[in-house]
């Protein structure tokens, strides 16, 4: 059965993001330096499919109770 989203949580992640664009910046900047080196490595279409599958795997991980 889907999860519901939890309308407090997605309102709070959102201001935070909106109050602090710079600190999400710099969570998020390992991940975009990962996906540039695959993708100078290997090519564009590996790089993304990595990147899915990690970010899946992320969302599942952070999701499942």
Do not use: D, S, Y
């Not at 996906?35 to 564009?44: C, M, S």
């Not at 990595?50 to 969302?59: D, F, L, Q, S, T």
């Amino acid at each position: 059965m889907a999860k519901e989203i939890n309308r407090a949580r997605t309102q709070a992640m959102k201001q935070t993001v909106a109050a602090h664009p710079g600190m999400v910046a710099f969570a998020l900047a390992p991940a975009v330096v990962v996906f540039g080196v695959l993708w100078l490595v290997t090519n564009f279409w590996l790089a993304l499919l990595v990147g899915v599958v990690v970010g899946g795997g992320a969302v599942w991980a952070l999701l499942r109770r």
